[in-house]
């Protein structure tokens, strides 16, 4: 069995959610069956401009082959086409703009998946937002594996997507909250696939105190690890971790783990560390007394499950469904809506070694069961087993585009009101 894993950037050094993914799953699927890993010359997911040479080259042991972006963003033309898209009655045609418009544009990548369909039994695409998504499933229906990594966004209102979700074999969800929301925006209670996640190669002896030597860091601190950024609400962790602090003076500090897009605060109590590797970030969080996840819009979060192997509590903005759902379901992590729950949720569990710990454990025992990587291999293994079971005959035909006048009609509602009728809330146990 030969599988291409089809992925909008990758390298060893980039380290985005979705791609990151990406290269897990690539890498321990190369340890059951043939893996190549089909991308883009990017690496920068604002402008996805060509940085990187196209050609094969070995990542990790896997192949990689990589194909030009025909064009780099044009940010200005992609915010205003966002805007059309999203808060105004629309055209499809006016979606298919907005979708080459994001990027990355790699008509070379689409053409390969296209006319070498046969030398791969499955196309394995991440995620399912971009360019190379829905133009590849389109290209390999019949082999098209979907890892959606879908956020509660606008973008989940567009109406191109939908005829993608029942189009392919099967979806590979991240949570139970993700596959909710795409069932519905598809408009089918059943799609194909299973809630699998991602695992993570947590080291067996993380060494704390190498961590606390090296950075300094002696007292107890909460850890926040990925890009600091507004859209994964660190504006609003700054703005309520400083005013924690003002009422209690001394004790915890608040430590940064990651790239800043965000300006950091200059405080005392608030340290940036930049980018580490992960050696350094698994000491790290390994010497933190609690990780904090304030993303308001998430498919699943890595590092709060990477946080719950080591055995670490979590706090979680609770006004992300998928976020609010895992600390319900693990039964280890707390998870707030305002300044006040943050406030007392942090306090609580920077104070009782009781409840952190019962957290602790309760959140290593969750990741063991769920997202071990045994576990998400098998979940992979048996979707292709299963699927090759069935042959091509029972795959699903994507359904095509309208014709030329249809496409062109103004009749497409804003996606954020289609998002706005979409059920929301936590999956509960």
């Known amino acids: 069995m030969k599988v291409a894993v089809v992925v909008q950037r990758y390298g060893a050094d980039i380290n985005g959610g979705a791609e990151l993914h990406a290269r897990y799953i690539a890498e321990h699927l190369a340890r059951h069956t043939e893996v190549e890993v089909l991308t883009t010359c990017a690496r920068d997911y604002v402008t996805w401009r060509n940085e990187l040479p196209a050609g094969v080259e070995k990542i990790g042991g896997v192949t990689v082959r990589r194909f030009p972006v025909a064009r780099a963003r044009d940010v200005h033309d992609f915010g205003r086409r966002s805007t059309a898209v999203f808060t105004r009655t629309h055209s499809l045609s006016d979606e298919l703009a907005w979708l080459e418009s994001e990027g990355p544009t790699s008509h070379a990548l689409v053409k390969h998946v296209a006319s070498a369909a046969d030398a791969y039994d499955w196309f394995v695409f991440f995620s399912y937002r971009y360019y190379h998504a829905f133009h590849g499933v389109r290209a390999a229906a019949s082999r098209a594996v979907l890892v959606p990594t879908a956020e509660r966004d606008a973008a989940i209102g567009l109406a191109i997507f939908p005829p993608i979700f029942r189009g392919v074999r099967a979806l590979m969800f991240n949570s139970f909250e993700e596959r909710a929301m795409i069932q519905h925006v598809a408009g089918a209670g059943d799609l194909p696939g299973v809630v699998v996640g991602v695992g993570s190669d947590i080291p067996a002896r993380p060494e704390p105190d190498r961590f606390r030597q090296q950075s300094g860091i002696t007292g107890p601190f909460a850890i926040y690890v990925g890009r600091i950024d507004e859209n994964k609400g660190c504006k609003e962790l700054f703005e309520y971790f400083r005013r924690y602090a003002r009422t209690m003076p001394g004790g915890l500090q608040l430590v940064l783990v990651g790239t800043a897009i965000l300006p950091v605060p200059a405080d005392p109590r608030i340290r940036h560390l930049g980018f580490l590797s992960d050696t350094e970030k698994f000491d790290a969080m390994a010497a933190a007394d609690v990780l904090i996840m304030p993303s308001y819009y998430e498919s699943l979060s890595m590092v709060a499950l990477e946080a719950w192997g080591m ?119």
């Open 311 to 429: 055995g670490k509590p979590v706090l979680a903005n609770g006004r992300c469904d998928v976020l609010k759902g895992q600390c319900l379901r693990s039964n280890a992590g707390l998870y707030y809506e305002s300044y006040a729950e943050f406030a007392d949720a942090l306090y609580s569990i920077a104070s009782s070694a009781s409840l952190s710990q019962g957290l602790g454990r309760n959140g290593r025992a969750y990741f063991e069961r769920h997202y071990a990587w045994p576990v998400i291999e098998r979940k992979y293994l048996d979707v292709f087993s299963q699927l090759s079971a069935r042959g091509a005959s029972a795959a699903p035909a994507v359904e095509p585009l309208p014709g030329f006048f249809a496409r062109r009609a103004r009749t497409v509602p804003a996606a954020e009101d289609v998002l706005g009728r979409v059920p929301a809330g936590a999956v509960k146990p």
